[in-house]
């Protein structure tokens, strides 16, 4: 009688289980056969043209003034530049970017820095690699 019980609970279990079809696939409800998705529209045309090269900014935002208003709150201003940080950035040249930098970036007559063997193989180790030897490099001497 007892073995005829657990049977009878073990084939209710199984049947159970057998009439959920595509539902034990992990797949949820297509949301696109239930809901309406509003159309396509083309949007306005605002005539905007895109930049030219060495045009100032049309927006003309100061970074570093936008950084002080996100941290301090709307009204903050930036303290004016010291005349040292002023002919420090007159000297580097930061005041006069080149408009045509981007062209030149990718020039191979570019001079760029050696900054060795180790650095070489590092950037082109395979992304997610874990392997210690690569480390380990040994230089020419």
């Known amino acids: 009688m007892r073995n005829l019980l657990v049977l009878g ?76 940080e002023q002919q420090l950035l007159d000297r580097a040249g930061a005041n006069n970017p080149d408009p045509a930098i981007r062209s030149q970036a990718g020039d191979p007559r570019t001079s760029t820095v050696n900054k060795g063997v180790f650095l070489a193989e590092v950037l082109a180790a395979r992304v997610g690699t874990r392997d210690p030897q690569l480390a380990d490099v040994t230089l020419p001497q």
């Open 9 to 84: 609970l073990l084939a209710v279990t199984l049947t159970a289980c057998g009439g959920k079809g595509n539902r034990l696939s992990g797949r949820g409800p297509d949301e696109l056969a239930i809901a309406r998705s509003a159309p396509l529209v083309v949007p306005p045309d605002y005539a905007l043209a895109p930049p030219r090269p060495g045009a100032p900014r049309a927006l003309g935002v100061d970074a570093q003034a936008a950084a002080m208003e996100a941290l301090f709150g709307p009204g903050v201003k930036p303290p004016p530049r010291s005349q040292a």
